[in-house]
């Protein structure tokens, strides 16, 4: 693995999406040590973060899960897309190629 850094905008929204999954009870009793490890990481920066392969996988799960709720649409960048703006989704897949580029040693 290699270390990835974060524009503010992508770190930022890796940290909420983590805090809010891992206030679900029911996640968080299943995955809580590599949420909160995915979360001590992403609020070091504006540091290089370093992820475990786990770490990376569950990334990549949750994001591609995300950007699979928007592929029903013919124009996965419209705005309208489940109220989604462009930009959110534009950092998922910009976040994805860091995170599969890191992976590919």
């Known amino acids: 693995m290699r270390p990835i850094t974060f524009s503010e905008r992508e770190n930022e929204m890796l940290q909420?999406?983590?805090?809010?999954?891992?206030?679900?009870?029911?996640?968080?009793q299943y995955y809580e040590p590599v949420y909160q490890s995915i979360?001590?990481?992403?609020?070091?920066?504006p540091a290089p973060v370093l992820f475990?392969?786990?770490?990376?996988r569950a990334i990549q799960t949750l994001y591609e899960e995300?950007?699979?709720l928007?592929?029903?649409y013919p124009y996965p960048y419209s705005p309208l897309t489940f109220?989604?703006?462009?930009?959110?989704?534009?950092?998922?897949?910009?976040t994805l190629q860091k995170l599969k580029w890191a992976a590919s040693e």
Request: charged share 25%; with cysteine; hydrophobic share 35%.
């Open 66 to 68: 995300f950007l699979e």
């Open 83 to 94: 109220s989604q703006p462009t930009t959110q989704i534009e950092i998922c897949y910009v």
């Open 16 to 28: 909420s999406m983590f805090i809010q999954i891992s206030m679900d009870a029911q996640k968080r």
């Open 70 to 72: 928007c592929k029903p």
């Open 52 to 56: 475990t392969e786990q770490e990376n």
């Open 39 to 45: 979360i001590n990481k992403v609020e070091a920066y």
